[in-house]
């Protein structure tokens, strides 16, 4: 598969172009992984706003409540960018295990541990698609 992004200056704006083979979708999964994994490492990198995240989401320890007037503090604003940085870790850690076809541990509760966080980081992708912006 090949795509291109490219700035047309006729139209003042960016083209998306996609050229693909029938197999390429025959396992998405790997085809998108790696671009995903890229770029998720690129917003970590960038340091972006964030979103305001859910607490169900994050462990308990940096779990913190937001301002209910919305009046937000430093200490508020960095709890929530705390929050943020590990949704894209978690992130990153579950792309970085289907990228680079990371086995499970032989224990099966070491096992059963990375599963699940695999399966919570592409949760979380899910969740916070359209937060993906820096």
């Not at 995903?36 to 994050?58: A, M, Q």
């Not at 462990?59 to 919305?70: K, L, R, S, T, W």
């Not at 990153?92 to 541990?105: G, K, L, M, Q, T």
Request: net charge negative; with cysteine.
């Amino acid at each position: 598969m090949r795509y291109e992004y490219i700035f047309n200056n006729d139209k003042d704006d960016f083209e998306h172009r996609i050229e693909g083979h029938k197999e390429d979708s025959w396992n998405v999964d790997m085809l998108l992984a790696p671009l995903i994994l890229h770029l998720l490492k690129e917003v970590k990198e960038e340091k972006p706003g964030t979103p305001l995240i859910f607490n169900k989401n994050v462990p308990v320890e940096i779990h913190f409540a937001a301002p209910v007037d919305g009046e937000w503090t430093d200490v508020e604003h960095e709890a929530n960018s705390k929050q943020w940085q590990w949704i894209i870790d978690e992130m990153i850690f579950a792309f970085d295990f289907i990228v680079n076809d990371c086995e499970y541990s032989d224990e099966m509760e070491a096992s059963k541990k990375e599963a699940d966080r695999v399966r919570n980081g592409t949760t979380l992708f899910g969740k916070y698609f359209q937060n993906l912006w820096t």
